[in-house]
C-alpha cells in the first residue's frame, strides 16, 4: 500500500544520493508503523519504506499467532482500513502535537492498495519498495512529477 501526505508536502525526509534521511515527522511515522504490530498482532509488516512525501509498504494479516496466512476469519483479522486508519490518526495525532497544530490533516485522504497474490509479484513490489530511493527523481510523487489535477 501507499499513503501520501497532504498535498504531497515533503514533510517526511530527504533524499540525497539514493539515501533517505528523516525528519523528525518521519521518525514519528516510522514508529508509528512498527506500532501496528503491536496494536494488531494478527498482522505482520513486509519491506516498507518512508519516502519524503509517502510511505510503501506490504502488511501482511495472518490469522493464526505464528504468523501463518489463511482464509481470513472475521473475527480475528483486522481489516487493512483499520489498520490503516488506525496508523494515520496515531502518527497524524503525534505530528500534530510536535507541531501545534491539532486536528489539521496531515495524511491524504485515502491510500492505493494492491492485493499481492504470488511470489513473483511480491518480489517486484519489494524490489520497487526497497530501490525506492535510489528512483526518487523519477518517482511519480516526486515533486517535479507531479502531474497539477484538473
Known amino acids: 500500500m501507499t499513503i501520501c501526505t497532504q498535498n504531497r508536502e515533503c514533510v517526511l525526509g530527504d533524499v ?34 518512508i519516502m519524503p512525501n509517502h510511505i510503501h ?35 497524524t495525532k503525534e505530528i500534530n502535537s510536535q507541531r501545534g497544530s491539532p486536528g489539521i490533516k496531515f495524511w491524504q485522504r485515502n491510500y492505493y492498495d494492491h492485493i499481492i497474490r504470488n511470489e513473483e509479484d511480491l518480489n517486484r513490489i519489494r524490489d520497487y519498495i526497497y530501490n525506492n530511493p535510489k528512483n526518487w527523481t523519477e518517482d511519480r510523487n516526486h515533486p517535479d512529477n507531479i502531474l497539477e489535477e484538473v
Do not use: C
Open 57 to 91: 509498504g506490504i502488511i501482511v494479516i495472518t490469522t493464526n499467532s505464528r504468523g501463518e496466512v489463511s482464509s481470513p476469519s472475521p473475527k480475528s483479522s483486522p481489516k487493512l482500513g483499520d489498520v490503516i486508519a488506525y496508523f494515520k490518526y496515531q502518527s
Open 16 to 49: 540525497a544520493n539514493g539515501e533517505l534521511q528523516l525528519t523528525d515527522f518521519g521518525d514519528v511515522v516510522s514508529k508509528w508503523w512498527i506500532e501496528i504490530l503491536n496494536h494488531f498482532p494478527q498482522t505482520d509488516l513486509d519491506e516498507w519504506i
